[in-house]
């Protein structure tokens, strides 16, 4: 019976976190923008699971624009991870705006292991 009771409390907080994260954990997905729901909720556990993804998009984004400088195979390379960085931004957006945790494919997993805050 107390494991119930004390189940009820943190999930709240949980709650709480993506009512009060989803407003702006959005803003995670929209290159360096991530520094607003990281600043501005520092405490908020749903901001920071979008942050580290975003933060992973803008680490691939300037990886490969880095990469795209290489003739012929930077330009199809670049072009193809450029259209997996919009169509992932873009449902991370929805899904954050939505108050939904959505772990990206390839990326979630690494963003969780290199960033612990």
Partial sequence: MDEVKNAAPQNQTAGDDVEKGKGIAWLSYLGILWLVP?????ENSFCKFHVKQGIMLTI???AIWIIAWIP???WLLGGLVWLFIIIMAIIGIINAASGKYWKMPLLGGLAENWFKF
């Fill in 60 to 62: 691939l984004g300037v």
């Fill in 72 to 74: 012929f195979l930077g």
């Fill in 38 to 42: 990281l600043l501005a909720a520092k």
